[in-house]
T-cell receptor, first 117, second 115 residues
């Protein structure tokens, strides 16, 4: 079974600075998807960024980018120019390439990010 | 991307009763999922809701306690049966379409308190 590990329970960043959130995973599969989700106090899960394992290029979405190291099974999220609205819980998630019930997401424990004004 | 309307947003229930949570998606989706989340913690998958067939439950979750319906490609319900205070949690539904073009969409969650 796949596992996702987020070893840092909390992080803090100064507004306008850059922060990196770590995530590692364990799988025997060669094709899969990786995601970062943001959950603010409103509880709404918001997709931040996704990465297909077959793509060598790291995904980027505006201020958010990932460092995907397939051999090391590492998938870190970098937030540039941090804003107060970035404060939330962030979850790393894995999805198999398989279909049906195996298309479920496996989540890490999450990390709480606070942004200091 | 798909938008999910989840109801109710919160409820306070007496122990021994049941609550049904509904999720309506504004487009047809392949798979729907139900999660439980304690405040400040990660999401735990309860089951995968399959259209036209029985739901697939994760270890530790049983159909008698969490019956699920998926009558069509846009709607699903989760019932929390014979509730106890240990069932107090946030329940979220999620959906994904075949192409996964927009990733997984989530409802806004139901905060359940059992007294």
């Amino acid at each position: 079974a796949q596992t996702v590990t987020q070893s840092q329970p909390e992080m803090s960043v100064q507004e306008a600075e850059t922060v990196t959130l770590s995530c590692t995973y364990d799988t025997s599969e060669s094709d899969y998807y990786l995601f970062w989700y943001k959950q603010p106090p409103s509880r709404q899960m918001i997709l931040v960024i996704r990465q297909e394992a077959y793509k060598q290029q790291n995904a980027t979405e505006n201020r958010f980018s990932v460092n995907f190291q397939k051999a090391a099974k590492s998938f870190s999220l970098k937030i540039s120019d941090s804003q107060l609205g970035d404060a939330a819980m962030y979850f790393c998630a894995y999805r198999s390439q398989q279909t049906g019930a195996n298309s479920k997401l496996t989540f890490g424990k999450g990390i709480t990010l606070s942004v200091r004004p | 991307s798909a938008v999910i309307s989840q109801k109710p947003s919160r409820d306070i229930c007496q122990r021994g009763t049941s609550l049904t949570i509904q999720c309506q998606v504004d487009s047809q989706v392949t798979m729907m999922f139900w999660y439980r989340q304690q405040p400040g913690q990660s999401l735990t998958l309860i089951a995968t809701a399959n259209q036209g067939s029985e739901a697939t439950y994760e270890s530790g979750f049983v159909i008698d306690k969490f019956p699920i319906s998926r009558p069509n490609l846009t709607f699903s319900t989760l019932t929390v049966s014979n509730m106890s205070p240990e069932d107090s949690s946030i329940y979220l539904c999620s959906a994904v379409e075949t192409t996964m073009l927009y990733g997984y969409t989530f409802g806004s969650g139901t905060r359940l308190t059992v007294v």
